[in-house]
């Protein structure tokens, strides 16, 4: 089993990432490959970055930290589900990914993205371009998500489509099988 954290990624109230995060985590749980752990930066609620040193000395000072540092070490790949603010990514994201640096390494990730005509991929390609330098690596598959409030019923659930849950089963295996290439370089 693969450990995988979904992050979700909005934390304004009436969030669109909550439904679909929490339809991503049931298809996580379902595909049967991995152990899901979903992580809601609204209830993480992560001041801004508020450590004095550079994360990648973990001489953390605060236990918001500590505790969103056990988190993401424990992970051994992720899911980012997504909005798209003024075509790039959201502020609460950022900041989550900034507050670490050695926790992330050698960690394949994928997305969930949604918005308007563009289904958030401004915002997917801006934060490929953040984790890069944390050593971590995109897969190719994607579940993007365009006019995102189609999917979304009166219960406030989201209805996918065919495209959508294919989209999320193929993303969910490529990210099992680019965890296991990536073991060694997390051990060593
Ligand atoms: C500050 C802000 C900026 C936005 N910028 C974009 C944008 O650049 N592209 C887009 O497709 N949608 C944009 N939207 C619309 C969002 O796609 C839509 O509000 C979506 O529900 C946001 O995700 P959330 O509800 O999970 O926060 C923006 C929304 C907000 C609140």
New binding site residues.
Partial sequence: MTRLMIVI??T?P?????P?GLWFDERARAHGGFDVDLADLAEINLPFMDEPNHPRLQQYTKEHTMQWSARVAQAEAFVFVT??????L?APLKNAIDFLHNEWFYKPFGFVS???????T??VQMTKQVLSPLRMFPTFEAVSIPF??QFIDDEGQVQANEVMDQAADAMLDELARVSDALAPLRSA
């Avoid at 009436?14 to 909550?18: A, H, N």
């Avoid at 949604?114 to 289904?119: E, F, K, L, N």
């Fill in positions: 990624a909005s304004r009436g969030r669109v990432g909550l679909v909005p798209e603010y003024n075509y790039g959201c949604y918005g308007g005509v563009s289904a958030g401004r915002a995102v409030t």
